[in-house]
Every structure is written in C-alpha cells, then in structure tokens.
C-alpha cells in the first residue's frame, strides 16, 4: 500500500471550473498510468438487496416533474476482489453491507415504519446476503484480508469486525477508510446524522481499522481515491481489468448521471443542455456538492469510455438505479448489472 501524488494540489485554486480542469487534467494522467500497470487477479460483483431511494436526491433537479415520482428503485452491490501485493495475494470486499441492520438508519427506519406493507412486498427485495456470497463462490471468513466502503452512510460493520466483547464474522479484515470518513462518523451534525447507522462503528476496535489520507494504491491494479462531496470522506475505487479501469463509488447512482446529456430519463438531458451540468450528483446530505462535482469528472474521467456502450464511461455505481414499474420514468438508460475478471483464487 503506498500513497499516489497525481491529484495533489488540484483543487487548491481559487476558481472552482479551474479545479475541474486541473483535476480532469490529472485524472487523464492517472488513467494513463494506471492502463499501464498490472490488473487484478479477480473482481466480481453480486446483487445483495433492492432499496428505494428518493428521486430528488438521486437525481436532483434534472427528473423530469412531469414524470416524477417520490422515488426510485436502486441495487446495492457486494464487489469481491483479489489483487497481488509484496506481502502475498489479498481479498478485498468493497461495499459489503449489512442490510438488515443497516435499515435502523433513521431515513429508511421512518419510511419503513410509515410504510411497512409497501417496503416489504414492493420495493424492498433481498438477493443474497454478504455470507451466502462467500459460500457461493467458496470464500471462507477467514480469508477476507480487508473491507472498504466507499463511505460510512447506511453502514453498521460491527457484525464484520466485531466490539471490545463480541467477535466479528471476519476474524482476519480490517476496514480501510479515510481518516476523515472515520472522523465525521464519529461526531455527525443533524442533517448527516439521517443517513448514518446509529452505533455503526461503536466499539470497533482501532487495531482492525485502516486509516488512510489522500489517494493510496493498495496493490496490483487496485487504487483507492478520495473523491470528497457527497461525503467529506468519501473515496472511489479504481480497478484494472479486462474490461478497463472500472471506478466504483456512490458520487451518482447511474452511469449515466456521469454522461447526463446522453439519458433517455425524462428531464435528464434536457436538464444538462439547459444547465451545461457534465454530471447528475447522488445529493441527501449535499456536504459539499461543488468537490462532488469535481469527484465526478474526476471519476468519468479516470474510467473513460465503457467497451460495452462507449456513449457511458466506465463506472459502476455502490448502488445502482434499476427499473421498477411502480417508480414510471425512473428507468436507467443503459445499466452495468454484472462485472467480473479473472479468477478467484482460493487458499
């Protein structure tokens, strides 16, 4: 694991259109070193549950009222990945959620008290559960070397990591977060709180925490950069394979909230000529949406175009918008849905 420098000083300038362009100039260098590098061993990822989320936030000004509707349907993903590092070959679990626990969230808590029937037959669906993924593909607990998130909204990993009196599911993982993630969860103000699970990281203990600061590179083809805005600490993923560099966060919940001139969504891109909007921001808490702004060039920039559809870069959203035909309208233009390279190797 070691620190990258590529975006040092990019956002330092006074202008905020020239902070884009610095960091886009700097993405495109990263990309190009990245592409020259080694890919990892294996990515895959894997359905894990069905949520609604509300339009405004996932969309902003850019649905359509016309067509709206209070919300929209999203898959939260489970990615697994293995990668080469000096100390030996790696797991990694990006975005391995706890759902059940993470629904005492007090946003989704309310909605599901006022609505229980609703969630649970109709827009609240479970596909698999973190375990029953590992059993599936023959990962045993034990051999999960590290878990990230992207950021720390909706997520309890107490399960996975354990307390003081409780041991984890995961003996051997640590969380790797950005510090000032960590930080934030810790002493939230009202308008975060909403959307952090109460107690989600009470009682961790430090030793299975992984503080980093800046951009890293954990190993062979997999780089952790941090991509502030919708979270202070928010980071993205960056994954070599076959099918490119795949960028993974939550910045937008759509490929193409990245390429919004492009959307057959009603509203989208009408919204993005008449604005000159590159990018559509997945916006609850809106920490800081000028740095999302930027963290989303950054990220289309770093992915570059999908080899499946070039019209939409590489990027494939934590959670990611799906068709429901209770939300009309709030279709994805074009979805990732799947991605795997390479071959999971067990121990």
Avoid at 90 to 116: G, H, M, Q, V, W
Wanted: proline letters at 7%; aromatic letters at 10%.
């Amino acid at each position: 694991m070691h620190t990258l420098k590529h975006f040092d000083g990019a956002r330092k300038v006074a202008g905020p259109q020239d902070r884009v362009e610095n960091v886009r100039a700097a993405a495109l260098e990263f990309r190009k070193s990245m592409l020259a590098g080694a890919k990892l061993r294996y990515y895959e990822s894997f359905d894990l549950v069905k949520v609604p989320y509300p339009s405004y936030y996932g969309l902003r000004n850019a649905f359509s009222r016309e067509h709206w509707v209070q919300y929209v349907n999203m898959i939260n993903r489970v990615f697994v990945c293995q990668f080469d590092t000096p100390e030996g070959l790696k797991t990694l679990l990006i975005s391995p959620s706890d759902y059940e626990r993470n629904r005492a969230t007090p946003f989704f808590k309310r909605l599901s008290d006022k609505n229980p029937k609703l969630i649970e037959r109709l827009v609240f669906k479970p596909f698999n559960t973190v375990e029953s993924v590992l059993n599936k593909i023959g990962l045993r607990p034990e051999d999960v070397d590290y878990i990230t998130y992207d950021h720390l909204h909706t997520q309890d990993v107490r399960r996975w990591l354990g307390s003081a009196d409780t041991p984890g599911y995961f003996p051997n993982a640590k969380l790797i977060v950005h510090r000032q993630e960590w930080e934030s969860a810790l002493r939230l103000t009202p308008i975060q709180r909403d959307w952090y699970c109460p107690g989600g990281i009470e009682g961790i203990p430090e030793d299975r925490v992984i503080f980093v600061e800046g951009d890293v590179m954990l190993g062979a083809g997999v780089a952790m950069i941090h991509t502030p805005g919708h979270t202070e600490g928010n980071h993205s993923m960056v994954v070599h394979t076959d099918e490119g560099l795949w960028v993974t966060s939550e910045n937008g919940i759509c490929a193409e909230a990245f390429a919004p001139e492009r959307s057959a969504i009603p509203g989208v891109a009408d919204y993005a000529r008449a604005t000159g909007v590159e990018v559509i921001l997945n916006g609850n808490t809106l920490e800081n949406s000028i740095d999302q702004y930027i963290s989303m060039v950054q990220e289309k920039t770093i992915a570059g175009p999908s080899q499946r559809n070039p019209d939409y870069p590489n990027v494939f959203p934590s959670s990611e918008l799906t068709a429901n035909p209770l939300f009309p309208g709030a279709k994805p233009t074009f979805a990732v849905k799947h991605a795997r390279h390479g071959e999971l190797q067990k121990r």
